[in-house]
């Protein structure tokens, strides 16, 4: 299974001016201008555009998920107790295709979203092919025996550039995954300062 147009990835590295996953490969480690000509014009941002870049940055983390699907993520939120900022970074690294990626399960995130559509993944047993699907504390993320003797789950699993966070439990050799909690903001292994305070602020204008 082949990642779709892997240099998609590196256009938002590129266009936000970060190594948004921390990957050795991208273009952002060696050229420090926006995509373009002559590069994106890089002056001081205005509250909106400082707003907007984190938001930007946030949703592309996550394999650049649609707007009308983000501003649900906003929406839900808001909604819940507590710090609304904390709430959208926890229901972002609920999604299955996240959890998938926090396990080195796949090299990335839109290989993730690859591999929970095509059928790999099972949750507490169940096939689910749904990569927004909202996993629960204690749930079981399980890839098909099949799946696990494919080289590009194998060599994921041994990627050196990231590692496991502490809010998933893994048996690469299992290829299970347990969600064990949902993580705070200084939890998440971010490769860049990610503000969803501002993202917050971005929607509620």
């Known amino acids: 299974m082949s990642e779709k147009r892997p240099e998609a990835k590196h256009k938002i590295d590129r266009r936000l001016g970060v190594n948004l996953w921390g990957r050795a490969k991208s273009p952002f480690n060696k050229r420090q201008t926006g995509p373009g000509q002559h590069g994106a014009n890089r002056g001081k941002l205005s509250d909106y555009g400082t707003q907007l870049r984190a938001k930007q940055k946030l949703k592309g983390y996550y394999g650049n998920i649609g707007e009308r699907q983000f501003a649900r993520y906003y929406d839900e939120a808001i909604r819940l107790r507590g710090d609304s900022g904390q709430q959208l970074v926890g229901l972002l690294e609920r999604r299955l295709d996240a959890v998938v990626y926090r396990a080195k399960f796949v090299a990335t995130v839109f290989a993730a979203r690859q591999f929970v559509s095509h059928g790999h993944v099972m949750v507490n047993g169940v096939r689910c092919t ?61 490769p860049v300062q990610m503000e969803p305070n501002l993202v917050i602020e971005f929607y509620s204008r």
């Open 130 to 190: 749904t990569p927004s699907y909202q996993v629960k504390e204690g749930d079981v993320i399980e890839v098909k025996e099949k799946t696990r003797q494919m080289a590009m789950y194998q060599m994921a699993t041994e990627l050196a550039e990231r590692d496991v966070p502490e809010y998933v439990q893994v048996d690469h050799k299992a290829g299970k995954a347990t969600f064990l909690r949902v993580p705070k903001l200084e939890d998440i292994p971010y």
